[in-house]
């Protein structure tokens, strides 16, 4: 049994003083193995799962970068094998960012929730490096941008842009994903794009065609767009649904 799993072993046990006496003796024995085979991936790996285990989760996340990199040159199946594990570490830590950004967004302290936004946009962005149609990453990265757009006002424009073109390439796999389509739609139209905000507006019409908000969106899009008498039409015919 290895000082790794011993350590486990202990730390299940809730002997925390032993199991952070057997993590450190693990660490200094993969440490001598690192100087030995640097190129071997086996050893950064091992330590970022105890650093991991440890807490020390910036740490962690280096090791398993470098562990990965170094992985590329294995055979596939253990390639694939530390992708996924490097991958759920990055995708665990966003969502537990964003998770707290939520918090104190909700508590309002809005420059931590910036602070942790922008935390969870880097982990969801360096995963995504990894597997860029990710649909779920997607929609995570445009949520981040739609959020941050609120807290960086000289950015605003940018961020909104980034969140419906990422909004868009969830699309490609969920196409009638209709709360992406409804907040694609919107977005769109906060940034000008009302031709691309009308044939979206028109797709939620024609997947849900008694929701009255769906019309009165399509008609306020197509108010913008110079059509006075679809604005009206619209917006009275979505009135009636709703009433």
Excluded: W
């Excluded at 996340?61 to 990965?68: D, P």
């Amino acid at each position: 049994q290895t000082s790794a799993q011993s350590a486990q072993r202990a730390k299940g046990e809730g002997n925390q003083a032993e199991a952070d006496s057997l993590y450190a003796r693990a660490l200094s024995e993969l440490r001598r193995s690192m100087i030995y085979a640097p190129d071997k991936h086996h050893s950064y790996n091992m330590s970022a799962i105890i650093y991991y285990n440890l807490g020390q989760v910036d740490s962690a996340v280096s090791l398993f970068e470098r562990s990965y990199d170094l992985s590329r040159s294995e055979k596939a199946e253990e390639k694939a094998k530390v992708e996924k594990q490097f991958f759920g570490i990055l995708e665990r830590q966003g969502d537990k960012a964003y998770q707290d950004a939520e918090n104190l967004k909700t508590s309002g302290d809005s420059t931590a929730a910036a602070s942790q936004y922008l935390k969870a946009q880097d982990y969801y962005t360096r995963a995504y490096k990894m597997r860029p149609e990710d649909s779920r990453l997607n929609y995570m990265l445009g949520v981040c941008a739609y959020q941050l757009s609120q807290f960086i006002p000289e950015r605003k424009t940018e961020l909104l842009n980034e969140a419906a073109d990422r909004y868009q390439t969830v699309l490609k796999d969920n196409p009638a994903d209709i709360d992406v389509l409804f907040n694609l739609c919107l977005l769109l139209r906060d940034v000008g794009r009302n031709e691309e905000a009308k044939e979206i507006g028109q797709r939620l019409v024609d997947l849900n065609p008694q929701d009255g908000t769906f019309h009165d969106v399509l008609a306020r899009i197509m108010g913008d767009l110079g059509d006075k008498n679809a604005l009206i039409t619209g917006v009275t015919f979505g009135r009636v649904l709703r009433s």
